[in-house]
DNA sequence: CCAGAGAATGAATCCTTTG
DNA sequence: GCAAAGGATTCATTCTCTG
């Protein structure tokens, strides 16, 4: 397994590599701010057995306890508070998580986020295209889980690559609710015994949606409860690097096995279609400077209004002067106008959007 | 207003009556362990900042009503806790609750929810056919909410209509995401200058699965918060008997006139499915034989495509003739189609699903 | 009357850079 | 840190208007 590590103040961070140990030591070892996204699928609330910890940091035993419903949930909160706050630290400001589970304990997963300062950003369904059914007839089948994504607080520039889900969505916006199958067949990874190495195993396609929308290549993705290594092996695929921090031998072991067998993709494949607003910015002025647009010539607007380019790239209309934005916005009675796609002006008899002369100018930046 | 008082120990239970003031100072005057089942739709809490417009530069028409205004998450905690804790009192041992939000509070909602000791049964998510969409592209489209549906406590033997459901389904199991089209059209209520009456209205739709699931005809369905009606109007349709409260005399005014307009089905139409083996088939062609529907009456889809009615039980519609089954999916351009979830027929001037005829016929035939 | 175009609208935590 | 300016951004459905 390739292993990268990085120095970061005091400490050092150990990239795309599986940290064996208690998720909570494991983070609180790693240097602050350091981490770009973080996926979480924590155990639920029956599923503790040695996860756990009392205030005194003696260990819980789930199974043996006799705890009442009450107690089950505080400890479960207790918990909770703590890996969250120890994931908070590690996130850079501009970081954002995301934590899956059911309603056994999303419920407490999100008040806790909200409680530690995270500030939700969606939260996303998983609706399974092929859930269990249930069996007995006495509820209705559950078949959906919840994730939310949150970034480390109110405010933040979290990454959100808009384009790239709209395209994973044939060309409309991606909604909340996401419909994929869980995960089954080949890609359900199998023990010694043939039986499944992992009971919650998640399907590479989730975390496929979910690192393209929020994390860019390069960018460093840590699993705190990293199971058979489903965050890591599509992190890998997809040009990021990966931590996992995972408790268990047998899964450590399964999940390294399968991160080595995975080859990441080339750089031309992981490219997904380019923001408008990650482009550099033209002043309308350069079209003048560069005798694109001659000044006096005149612009117009879908409505036949005209206005005047002046030299130092302002317009002049019968009424109102200022930059193309603001007499677009005043003739429209606008809050604002995008005067990139508002006006156009004539060649050869044809009118034609001044948006055209600024991917002119763009296209020669590059050269 | 039908208005039905029954006496429950020292306190009296108004019922199919909407009540004024303050949802947990009535429920507290309220007789303990009466109600059946408590739909609430409280205050998301939604914390909005500045105007929103849309690409077009019109602007989004917000909820920024004062009672959606919350200082902290510590009083929004406080509000959820001391309604709940009210609700739980009058449910009977073996009612249930629901209650709907949005990722803003459905995760207090759900902690305060497990902490007062109800057990959560099922989260349902409610994915909007039609949501609105992010305008400014920097999340995902929120197409969906989220309704906790609970018991008053563990063990409890709470009413679930599974083959009712099932049959609403098309025959297989009813799921936990429901995707149904938000409120809209001649549905949503107006007030008198033509605007919305309330900023949040549910569809009837939704309030129809949930009493039809988890309610009995004769039952007391009681909604908090209960705004324009809307669980009201739909319990008054299927039989079951209502309690609403609320705060603003505006919409108490234009709840008290939709109830009024509302006529219950007949009893028949309400049995619902016991058992989908002991279901005889009926063919559609026995409704027009019993004169449940009319040689030459018009059927209509969810477009309002409509589709005439022959004396043989085959329709016909612009382009298309053959069964319901059959018209149905040439409309929908579907490889097949349940034609009896498919179409409507009016009556009073209200749409009613020709399904309702078919449990009518089937509900003689057990006679 | 119908068909087609255009406008309206919905529980929304909805921007970024420069000066 | 704040104010001003640049400029990027929408889907499904229903109602209304026009021809």
């Known amino acids: 397994m390739a292993v990268t590590t990085v120095a970061q103040g005091a400490k050092m961070l150990p990239t795309n590599e599986i940290l064996s140990g208690d998720c909570i030591e494991v983070m609180n070892s790693l240097p602050e701010g350091s981490i770009d996204l973080i996926f979480a699928d924590p155990p639920y609330n ?14 819980v035993d789930a199974v043996d306890d006799a705890w009442d419903q009450f107690d089950s949930f505080k400890i479960y909160d207790q918990f909770t508070r703590a890996w969250l706050k120890a994931a908070r630290r590690l996130l850079k400001p501009n970081g954002a998580i995301w934590v899956i589970g059911s309603y056994h304990n999303i419920f407490r997963v999100g008040t806790a986020l909200q409680d530690a300062g995270f500030w939700i950003l969606n939260d996303v369904v998983w609706r399974k295209s092929n859930p269990m ?66 009971p919650t195993q998640k399907p590479e396609s989730l975390l496929h949606r979910v690192l393209v929308g929020s994390t860019n290549p390069g960018d460093i993705v840590l699993d705190p409860f990293f199971g058979t290594g489903t965050t890591g092996a599509v992190a890998k695929l997809l040009g990021r690097n990966y931590i996992g921090i995972e408790r268990e031998e047998a899964y450590r072991k399964v999940a390294a096995k399968r991160l080595g067998q995975v080859r990441p993709l080339d750089s031309a494949a992981l490219q997904t279609t380019v923001s408008k607003r990650a482009q550099p910015r033209v002043a ?84």
């Open 46 to 59: 029956l599923q503790l057995k040695g996860e756990l910890h009392r205030p005194d940091n003696s260990r």
């Open 133 to 198: 059914p249930n069996f007995r007839g006495k509820r209705l089948t559950n078949a959906h889980e919840t994730m939310i994504w949150a970034s480390k607080s109110e405010g933040a520039k979290y990454t959100f690559n808009y384009e790239a889900l709209k395209e994973l969505n044939e060309g409309v916006q991606m909604r909340s609710d996401w419909v994929l199958p869980i995960c089954s067949g080949h890609e359900r990874l199998k023990d010694d015994n043939g039986d499944k190495a992992h």
């Open 284 to 367: 309308f002025g350069q079209l003048v400077e560069r005798g694109l647009l001659r000044p006096g010539e005149m612009l117009v607007n879908p409505r036949g209004q005209a206005a005047k380019v002046r030299v130092d790239g302002s317009l002049v209309s019968a009424e109102h002067r200022g930059s193309i934005h603001q007499v677009g916005a005043a003739l429209e009675n606008a809050p604002s106008c995008n005067g990139w796609t508002y006006w156009q002006f004539k060649r050869d008899g044809q009118l034609i959007p001044i948006d055209i002369l600024r991917q002119q100018i763009r296209s020669e930046m590059h050269d």
